[in-house]
């Protein structure tokens, strides 16, 4: 399989156009597709539609309605991730679709943990520093690991490069919190819903990196699932078991639905009515 021509939204219902060039890319927004199925898209739509107000004040409606149509464009065979995106063509805000197809799934991670802290100038949407955050992925894998660790500028654990992380602590669940100024992943959203609601403590909070030795830390993201941390490199800090993984894994996994484009149903919850995973 190889990756589409990006498709430009006309603004007309579900009619596309060619993009005759990609245009600036300031906004962005993935998710895995495999045979049709699909984790917390409604999810995925609002944070999309979310930003492009913010930073463009594009009306929310507009955006989910081009939501819609890329929805029906989707493949429903193969594994894919297709990309949605907010460009500038001749300085005008634009919708398009990127269909892409998706990487082999990933089962394991090795994190690094770099020298300088975060720089982003916008942590909390995807898009306005996509070019550092493949510069830090870049410098993680010429480093001999798979993805990079942000810090804070005290040296706090934040997230990944193109993930959330979580860890467990005494049978809890943590996270760093919003505070923090992380992006409000959709996996780390699924799986801080599907804790609580099975009974799971939460606790939140930004680690030092030696904190987390000998801890099950996960990287987690749209395209991967969980990935359990296996090693760091720029780090002397041993990596803890993977006990739970697989089994919130197999929760993902479960929650994997047909995309719904009915304009008449009401947005589904990043969670799932699905049965929550025993810690």
């Known amino acids: 399989m190889t990756a589409c021509p990006r498709l430009r939204w006309t603004g007309a219902s579900d009619r596309f156009e060619s993009a005759d060039a990609p245009g600036q890319v300031r906004i962005v927004d993935s998710w895995l597709v495999a045979e049709g199925q699909v984790r917390a898209f409604e999810a995925h739509a609002g944070r999309f539609s979310a930003a492009c107000a913010e930073l463009f004040g594009i009306e929310t409606g507009q955006t989910r309605e081009f939501m819609r149509a890329a929805a029906a464009r989707l493949p429903a065979q193969g594994r894919w991730f297709p990309r949605a995106e907010l460009v500038l063509a001749c300085g005008t805000p634009r919708l398009q679709l990127w269909i892409r197809p998706a990487p082999p799934p990933g089962r394991t991670v ?88 099975s009974g799971v403590p939460i606790a939140f909070g930004s680690p030092w990196p030696a904190e987390l030795a000998g801890l099950e830390v996960w990287a987690v993201n749209a395209l991967h699932g969980i990935r359990p941390v296996t090693g760091w490199v720029g780090a002397d800090i041993e990596p803890g078991p993977a006990r739970r993984a697989a089994r919130w894994q197999r929760h993902l996994d479960e929650i994997a639905a047909p995309i719904r484009t009915d304009r008449e149903k009401e947005p589904a919850h990043v969670g799932s009515a699905v049965p929550r995973p025993q810690a």
Not at 184 to 197: E, F
């Open 110 to 197: 090795r994190l690094w943990l770099p020298a300088t802290p975060d720089t982003r100038t916008c942590p909390r949407i995807k898009g306005p520093d996509l070019d550092w955050l493949a510069r830090q992925r870049e410098a993680a894998v010429a480093a001999g690991a798979d993805e990079a660790v942000l810090v804070s500028r005290a040296g706090r654990v934040l997230e990944g490069s193109t993930t959330s992380i979580l860890w467990w602590r005494d049978d809890k669940l943590c996270a760093p919190g919003d505070d923090a100024g992380v992006l409000p992943g959709i996996t780390r959203s699924v799986l801080l819903d599907a804790a609580a609601a």
